[in-house]
């Protein structure tokens, strides 16, 4: 806790209230919450995690290749610098590594209930009742959901799958036993994972076939290692580190961020631009460049981030499949032009079902209204954070957020300290529960709605950032708004009583 917070703490006296709290998750955000409660003067906490490790999609995602898209001076805690990233962009087992060494240097292992997984937190006489999976039952104050937006696997209906006779799983799920050196392997899927696992696996298996729906677009970043020398610097000199993560995140908003929210941007044709450029000047077989170049603008999906996807692709054995799957049979996969593209390995890289949040978790409000019917056409939260009618609930990288177009670290740690803040009015006495009004969620949902209309997702694609209705359902302002909303809470949105 530091000097000014204690202090605090401290004069509040007798109108301090004592609050338990529940963390779900022990990825990113909720050691971040853990942390940050401790900074705070609140101890009396758990972490609660269904796994046994923590770490969240780092922990589920050990494909091969598997590396971060954000730049690891970026995609670090603010308060918790690492010198000794080995690349710009940090694979997935240093990131790992980092948030492991993270929470133990800050007692968060110690807190956390691995294999706990909640089946309902109920709203009761002004607290939370949570019941874990093993009818473990626990009371609390406040809930934060540090749930994580991409980690239940969407697994495709592919007539057949439960027939094919070598190993087939989800990237999240990865068979660290199936025989890859030398096989023949397929990957279902044309997005990052997808293009990470082509990449790293091309120069190693006998073939390697990937089974395109929609081509993507690929933007050419580099992926230099750091040198010896400049890790030095690092250790020696953190500033240069604190000096890089602000150049990086101004650099990120300008350019990207704030681009792909306005279709019509200058520094969204530049993007465009560059990823035209990326294919025309490395793809050089001209029945290959069309079968990749999509139809529809760059960053309308989530770019692609990679330096040699198009390099591993043109590769002798590896081979783009553009026909429609028609079934799975058990030496490999039927397609559409009658072929039968024989496999001993098969990778479904189909991402994720990104609208589950808090779900499959039975959460029930005030006057028994229950999420899953609030949410019952598609999820929504005031700001990302909270839902009307479920007080003192509060989620991280919830609905509507950033997801698609910024550091979700930095997205967390803007909003843990909005959320702080919501909490401090419970702990001054001023209220015993806070959630937002019905009123302020429809209009910000309104104005949020029609923002969305502007940004590149919604110019003509189908992506996993579209709702039920085709609107896209990230953060649809610059991440200059996003910043003003978090620095603190509009209370004539909330409701306290």
């Not at 308060?79 to 240097?105: C, D, K, L, M, T």
């Not at 027939?163 to 050196?181: E, M, N, V």
């Not at 390697?208 to 690929?218: H, L």
């Not at 631009?273 to 079968?291: F, G, Y």
Request: net charge negative.
């Amino acid at each position: 806790m530091s000097n000014n917070t204690a202090a605090a703490v401290a004069g509040l006296g007798a109108a301090a209230r004592p609050l338990r709290f529940a963390i779900i998750g022990a990825g990113m955000s909720g050691i971040l919450s853990a942390i940050k409660l401790d900074e705070a003067g609140y101890h009396d906490y758990v972490v609660y995690e269904k796994a046994d490790r923590l770490g969240g999609t780092w922990r589920e995602n050990t494909y091969p290749g598997i590396a971060c898209d954000v730049p690891s001076h970026l995609y670090s805690y603010s308060f918790e610098p690492n010198p000794n990233w080995s690349h710009r962009y940090a694979p997935g087992v240093e990131i790992q590594a980092y948030f492991e060494a993270v929470a133990e240097r800050h007692g968060i292992d110690q807190c956390i209930r691995f294999g706990t997984e909640i089946e309902t937190a109920d709203f009761v006489d002004g607290r939370w009742v949570l019941v874990t999976k093993m009818g473990e039952r626990d009371v609390v104050d406040v809930i934060i959901a540090a749930t994580g937006v991409l980690h239940h696997p969407n697994i495709p209906e592919l007539a057949g799958l439960e027939t094919f006779a070598g190993a087939a799983f989800h990237s999240a799920r990865w068979d660290h036993g199936a025989q890859i050196d030398g096989a023949r392997v397929g990957v279902i899927g044309t997005g990052s994972t997808a293009v990470q696992i082509v990449t790293a696996l091309v120069d190693r298996v006998a073939s390697i076939t990937m089974f395109q729906r929609t081509p993507q677009w690929i933007a050419p970043q580099e992926n230099p290692e750091f040198t010896p020398e400049q890790i030095t610097q690092f250790h020696r000199h953190p500033e240069i580190i604190d000096e890089m993560r602000a150049e990086i995140s101004r650099g990120f908003a300008d350019r990207f961020s704030n681009a792909v929210v306005n279709a019509d941007s200058p520094e969204m044709y530049v993007i465009e631009a560059t990823c035209r450029a990326n294919l025309e000047d490395n793809v050089h077989d001209p029945v290959l460049r069309e079968k990749l170049r999509p139809d529809y603008r760059a960053a309308c999906k989530r770019l692609v981030v990679s330096p040699d996807f198009y390099q591993a692709i043109q590769k002798p054995n590896a081979e783009l499949v553009t026909d429609a799957i028609v079934t799975i049979e058990p030496a490999g996969v039927r397609t559409a032009d009658g072929g039968l593209h024989d496999l001993d390995v098969l990778v479904l890289a189909t991402g994720f079902r990104a609208d589950r949040f808090m779900r499959p978790i039975h959460v029930t409000g005030r006057d028994g209204v229950r999420l899953d019917d609030v949410w019952a056409q598609r999820p929504v939260a005031h700001l990302s954070i909270a839902v009307p009618g479920f007080p003192n609930l509060f989620m991280l990288n919830g609905p509507n957020g950033p997801v698609g177009n910024f550091s979700l670290i930095e997205v967390a740690e803007l909003q843990i300290a909005y959320v702080l803040a919501l909490i401090d009015e419970i702990r001054m006495g001023r209220c015993t529960e806070i959630s937002p009004s019905a009123t302020a969620t429809e209009r910000f949902d309104v104005e949020r709605i029609e923002a969305a209309k502007k940004t590149v997702w919604a110019s003509g694609c189908r992506s996993w950032y579209l709702d039920d209705r085709g609107i896209p359902a990230a953060w649809p302002f610059t991440f200059d708004r996003f910043r003003d909303e978090m620095a603190a809470p509009n209370l004539h949105d909330y409701e306290l009583i």
